[in-house]
C-alpha cells in the first residue's frame, strides 16, 4: 500500500475514533451515587443572606433546602423534594468523572477570601468519598463552575421559581 494512502487511512480513523471519545458518552452510575452541595451568600445583612443545599440519594431522591436568612431564630427553612431521572444521574456522574471529582485531590486555596459567597459538595460515588471544599485554587474553581451549575440544574425550574418566589416575599416581609 501507498504510504501516503496509508497516511490518509490513519488520519482518518484517528479523527472519527477521536470523536468517541468515553468523555462524550454518559455511563450509568454507580448505584451508590449521591452528594450534598451547599451554596451560602458571602457576608450580608438580614435579609438579604441566604444559603441552600442539594441533595441526592442513591435513588433518585433529591431534596432542595432553602435558609431564606442565617440559620436559627425565626428563620424559616423551606424544604422541597423533586426527583432526579436516571439519564440526569448518568449525565451527572458523567460529568464528574470527566472533570476528575472522583479521581483527584482538591486542596483548598491557601489565600482565602473574606465576605463573598461560597460553595462546596460532598459526593459518593463507587464506595468512594469526595469533599470539595468551600474555597479552592483558582483554575480548580473554573474547573468546579459546571459541575455546580449541573447540579443547580437538577432542581425543576417551577421548583426553583417557586422558592425564589417565596424568599422574595420573606425578605419584602423583613423591610423596616
Avoid at 42 to 67: N, R
Avoid at 109 to 120: A, H, K, N, Q
Wanted: with cysteine; proline share 11%.
Amino acid at each position: 500500500m501507498h504510504p501516503l494512502y496509508l497516511l490518509v487511512i490513519l488520519s482518518v480513523a484517528t479523527l472519527t475514533l477521536s470523536g468517541c471519545g468515553a468523555d462524550e458518552v454518559a455511563v450509568e452510575p454507580p448505584s451508590d451515587l449521591a452528594l450534598v452541595y451547599t451554596w451560602r451568600e458571602g457576608s450580608l445583612p438580614p435579609p438579604y443572606h441566604y444559603e441552600y443545599t442539594i441533595s441526592l440519594q442513591p435513588d433518585g431522591a433529591g431534596e432542595l433546602v432553602f435558609e431564606p436568612g442565617y440559620s436559627g431564630g425565626a428563620t424559616p427553612v423551606w424544604t422541597e423534594p423533586f426527583t432526579v431521572s436516571v439519564d440526569q444521574r448518568a449525565s451527572l456522574y458523567t460529568l464528574l468523572r470527566d472533570k476528575g471529582v472522583l479521581s483527584r485531590e482538591w486542596p483548598p486555596s491557601p489565600e482565602l477570601s473574606v465576605g463573598g459567597s461560597t460553595e462546596w459538595l460532598q459526593v459518593t460515588a463507587g464506595g468512594k468519598q469526595v469533599q470539595i471544599p468551600p474555597q479552592l485554587q483558582p483554575a480548580d474553581t473554573t474547573a468546579m463552575e459546571p459541575v455546580y451549575a449541573s447540579i443547580n440544574r437538577l432542581v425543576p425550574a417551577d421548583l426553583w421559581a417557586r422558592v425564589r418566589q417565596q424568599h422574595q416575599e420573606y425578605e419584602d416581609s423583613q423591610q423596616p
